[in-house]
C-alpha cells in the first residue's frame, strides 16, 4: 500500500468513526431518567452531560422532554445540587436533604425541594431516577 492510499483509508476510516461517535449516543435510550417535585414530574433528557464518577459524583444536566426550554440538573457532589428550572422560580433541593443510592451508571434518590421566590414553608416532596447507561 502506498502513502496515499494509506492516507485514504485512514481518513475513512477517521470519518466513520466521528459518525458513529454522533450517533451511539443519540440512539442510546437509556440515557434519561425522572424528576419529581410534588404532583409534578419530568422525563430528564440528559443533553448536555450525563456522568456518574467513582466517589459518587454525579454530573448531569439536560432538560425536560415535554419542554426543552426547562433545565434539569443532578450536580451531586457540587454546588447545585438537583435543580429543576432556572432563576428564581426554579425548585431547588435542600442540600441536607439530599439522599442517593448510586448502582453503577444509575443514580435513585430524594430530596425536599423549595424555590426561592417562595415562601420558607413550601416545600415539597421529590425524587429522581436516572440511568448514564
Not at 500500500?1 to 466521528?18: E, I, K, Q, W
Amino acid at each position: 500500500m502506498d502513502g496515499d492510499s494509506m492516507m485514504r483509508t485512514l481518513f475513512r476510516l477517521f470519518c466513520l468513526l466521528s459518525l458513529a461517535a454522533m450517533v451511539i449516543p443519540a440512539a442510546t435510550a437509556e440515557r434519561r431518567g425522572t424528576v419529581t417535585v410534588g404532583e409534578d414530574s419530568w422525563i430528564l433528557v440528559p443533553s448536555v452531560q450525563c456522568s456518574i464518577y467513582p466517589g459518587n459524583i454525579v454530573s448531569i444536566a439536560g432538560h425536560a422532554a415535554e419542554d426543552e426550554s426547562l433545565q434539569l440538573v443532578i450536580d451531586y457532589g457540587g454546588p447545585t445540587g438537583v435543580r429543576v428550572g432556572d432563576g428564581p422560580d426554579a425548585w431547588h433541593a435542600q442540600p441536607e436533604s439530599i439522599k442517593v443510592h448510586i448502582e453503577g451508571k444509575r443514580i435513585q434518590g430524594t430530596a425536599t425541594f423549595f424555590r426561592y421566590s417562595g415562601s420558607p414553608d413550601d416545600t415539597r416532596q421529590g425524587s429522581f431516577d436516572v440511568s448514564c447507561s
